[in-house]
């Protein structure tokens, strides 16, 4: 059973629901259809109900819940709550009413926010700024997480590495050059996203390019301490570092490499030292491997929401809500 198939699986054992705030997109509608269809999730469609089933075509999204901010008899609720959680910065109610009403990215986190949803999914028409900046402000980070990262789910054919060929790649998307105490943080974060997602052991790699005191450089001392910085965090979790990619993946490499780590030849989560390394890394391994890329998965935030590319298709609107919804089922427990 290929991975996403797997995913829905889990997805439908405990309904979530979740936020499609473009709703005027027509991407979305198609999505919407299917994830009905497939009994993947409950949706919310942000807007007029009338509008949107007026532009839904052959699409059948009757099911759905439509939420109309105009028309919304908890606006001044959501109104009041982001006036408060954005107080210093002086905002009123007044100024938040408005912001709710004029941006349905701003809504949808607040539906999310106030517990009408478990997450929301965006950016098929959005930057994935404008996607993120509502979810810093309202949800902010989750407790003991320090950034926001973002991470892609590879699932590569015919692959004898990682969980039987998926691994984590983490940060691919948002944070360029991240210090040594914020890649300890991405590394944690994704290990839980592994571990929420596939439901297995993460086994975390810190990626260099030396293996164990092979090279010096000051680009290996920062993963050399951003090893350190996550041990120290989470002791129990199986993570080692500095390691070169097939020391990190393959057996008969790790045992020369570095024959002490629990975790070389066997990892599958691989934490890149830069966005430069992450993001090349994981277009790589999409193209030369015909690997499926899920993501980018946003990671840390409280509560989840995830970003799409402006070119994507309906079905991968699909495939991002059923991932959120496993990370709102995590969230949840």
């Given at each position: 059973m290929a991975f996403l198939d797997q995913v829905i699986e889990i997805?439908?054992?405990?309904?979530?629901?979740?936020?499609?705030p473009e709703a005027?997109?027509?991407?979305t509608i198609e999505a919407t259809h299917k994830i009905i269809e497939k009994g993947i999730a409950k949706v919310i469609l942000v807007g007029d109900r009338n509008e949107i089933l007026a532009g839904a075509g052959e699409w059948?999204?009757?099911?759905a819940i439509f939420i109309d901010p105009k028309n919304f008899d908890q606006m001044?609720?959501?109104?009041?709550?982001?006036?408060?959680?954005?107080?210093?910065?002086g905002m009123t109610p007044e100024e938040a009413k408005a912001i709710l009403l004029e941006s349905e990215l701003f809504f949808g986190v607040m539906l999310v926010k106030m517990g009408f949803a478990g997450g929301m999914v965006a950016g098929a028409a959005n930057?994935?700024?404008?996607?993120?900046?509502?979810?810093?402000?309202i949800l902010k980070t989750a407790p003991g997480t320090k950034l926001v990262s973002a991470v892609f789910l590879m699932e590569v054919p015919n692959c004898e590495y990682g969980e039987n060929g998926l691994f984590i790649f983490g940060d691919c998307a948002l944070n360029p050059n991240p210090t040594a105490e914020e890649l300890a943080h991405i590394a944690i974060s994704s290990a839980k996203t592994f571990e929420s997602l596939v439901h297995t052991e993460p086994k975390v790699a810190m990626l260099s390019f030396s293996s164990k005191g092979s090279a010096s450089h000051a680009d290996v001392d920062k993963v050399v301490e951003a090893t350190?910085?996550?041990?120290?965090?989470?002791?129990?979790?199986a993570l080692d570092g500095e390691l070169q990619f097939d020391a990190a993946i393959v057996a008969s490499v790790g045992k020369k490499k570095a024959p002490e780590s629990k975790v070389a030849g066997e990892?599958?989560?691989?934490?890149?030292?830069?966005?430069?390394?992450?993001?090349?890394?994981?277009k790589l391994v999409q193209r030369l491997a015909n690997a499926n890329a899920y993501g980018p998965i946003c990671q840390g935030l409280a509560m989840p929401v995830n970003d799409l590319s402006r070119g994507c298709y309906a079905d991968d609107i699909v495939g991002t809500v059923a991932l959120t919804a496993l990370q709102a089922q995590m969230q949840k427990k």
């Open positions: 997805a439908r054992k405990d309904i979530q629901t979740i936020v499609l005027f997109d027509p991407r059948k999204i009757d099911e001044d609720a959501f109104a009041a709550e982001l006036a408060n959680l954005r107080k210093s910065k930057s994935t700024a404008n996607v993120l900046r509502p979810a810093l402000q350190r910085i996550a041990k120290e965090i989470a002791p129990d979790l990892a599958n989560v691989i934490i890149f030292p830069d966005l430069d390394a992450g993001n090349i890394g994981y």
